[in-house]
Nanobody
């Protein structure tokens, strides 16, 4: 039983900033990778950024230099700082975590947040 609860989405003007957060809770043994995906209307869901448990990151080219991911392992929380936002950043942003449950014999799997809307006005 795992929940990923996102917050921080909203409406912002182009050039502005937002900070998303995602807190994982439940019977979590270990979280491996965490990250953010997004899906714009009429488009496929795409990877925004990934962060490993060791802090290595992998950003989509479209957000490099503008977005920054971080994580607080003690809080099972991942953040996404979004700066210099553009209208094309408008999408539903989904948190994910590759994690293993406590007392589970299974390998880790991906869990997803409910999504939070980010709208950037021109």
């Amino acid at each position: 039983q795992v929940q990923l609860v996102e917050s921080g989405g909203g409406l912002v003007q182009a050039g502005g900033s937002l900070r998303l957060s995602c807190a994982a809770s439940g019977n979590i043994f270990r979280i491996n990778d965490m990250g953010w995906y997004r899906q714009a209307p009429g488009k496929e869901r795409e990877l925004v950024v990934l962060i490993t448990s060791g802090g290595s990151t992998n950003y989509a080219d479209s957000v490099k230099g503008r977005f920054a991911i971080s994580r607080d392992n003690a809080k099972n929380t991942v953040y996404l700082e979004m700066n210099s936002l553009r209208p094309e950043d408008t999408a539903v942003y989904y948190c994910f975590a590759d994690l293993q449950l406590q007392r589970s014999i299974y390998s880790s799997r991906n869990y997803w947040g409910q999504g939070t809307q980010v709208t950037v006005s021109s």
